[in-house]
């Protein structure tokens, strides 16, 4: 069965940390990726998607993240973090075969320590 | 607001109710998902609209779970005799695309909240 992991269910930095949330999926062929964020008490909201082209994709608010097909992979970065990026993390995976639903990871909650 | 809407917010019934929530989708958009989302874990797909036709059903979709659209706008989903483990975010989502294509990405809701007691 198709499905995402992620590596990490709880983060803590500091502000001005890097940051790297890791992303893995399984499922052969292709595919499309998202990375949603859930602030508190609000929706779901896209951070970036990546559909085809360049692997390394640029979201809103200086994130950006990786696709590495070969690793089945595709984390998200931000060089410096800031107080106001607390919140949840969820990876997300579309197969592009006709497929329709989104699978979702179990997300990742940041906290950053102002 | 062109996004996403939801209603009611927060929903509270006793077990064995039935209860209806209701999902407006961006206007344009033809495809509409249903998923739920408990504490801990990311949202689960239930059931997926392709205009006013449901094309997927989630084995997590029981025959107590019941989704319409009927005129492919808003769509309704329905849990009839409701238990405890029915406590949930439920989320709506749309996007656009063809039949058989990726579509674009989706744009969620703000979730209905049942809770069960």
């Known amino acids: 069965a198709q499905s995402v992991s992620q590596h990490n269910h709880h983060v803590i930095l500091s502000e001005a940390a890097s940051l790297e949330l890791g992303c893995n999926y399984s499922y052969g062929g292709t595919v499309n990726l998202f990375w949603y964020v859930q602030y508190p008490g609000q929706h779901l909201q896209l951070l970036l998607k990546?559909?085809?082209?360049?692997?390394l994709v640029k979201g809103i608010k200086g994130f950006e993240a990786e696709f590495i097909k070969s690793k089945f992979s595709f984390n998200l970065r931000k060089p410096s973090v800031q107080w106001s990026d607390t919140a949840e993390y969820f990876c997300?995976?579309?197969?592009?075969?006709?497929?329709?639903?989104?699978?979702f990871g179990a997300g990742t909650r940041l906290f950053v320590k102002a | 607001d062109t996004g996403v809407s939801q209603d009611p917010r927060h929903k509270i019934t006793k077990r064995g109710q039935n209860v209806t929530f209701r999902c407006d989708p961006i206007?344009?958009?033809?495809?509409l998902y249903w998923y739920r989302q408990t504490l801990g874990q990311g949202p689960e797909f239930l059931t997926y609209f392709q205009n006013e036709a449901q094309l997927e059903k989630s084995r997590l979709l029981s025959d107590r779970f019941s989704a319409e659209r009927p005129k492919g706008s808003f769509s309704t989903l329905e849990i009839q005799r409701t238990e405890q483990g029915d406590s949930a975010m439920y989320l709506c989502?749309?996007?656009?695309?063809?039949?058989?294509?990726?579509?674009?990405?989706?744009?969620f809701g703000q979730g209905t909240r049942l809770t069960v007691v």
């Open positions: 990546y559909f085809s082209g360049d692997p």
């Open positions: 989502a749309s996007s656009l695309g063809s039949l058989g294509g990726p579509g674009t990405e989706a744009f």
């Open positions: 206007s344009e958009h033809n495809r």
């Open positions: 997300a995976v579309t197969p592009n075969t006709g497929g329709f639903k989104t699978i």
